[in-house]
């Protein structure tokens, strides 16, 4: 199933809290860092991921990519 991009915690089935950190897990594991404790907590949407990506010159991945 995908996800639209203005997707976020409250919309999106499924996306709990095992879930919120399994996204947390997979933006570490692309931006080869750990995120802080700011970031973690400003993470509540597909644009949020998408800005923390951007931000290490990183493309949130698509269906059609």
Avoid: Y
């Amino acid at each position: 199933a995908s996800v639209p991009l203005d997707g976020n915690m409250e919309t999106v089935p499924g996306w709990d809290s095992l879930n919120h950190f399994n996204v947390i897990s997979e933006v570490e594991n692309e931006i080869e860092r750990q995120l802080t404790s700011d970031e973690i907590v400003s993470l509540r949407s597909i644009q949020d991921v998408e800005k923390i990506l951007s931000a290490h010159s990183k493309k949130l991945k698509t269906k059609e990519d």
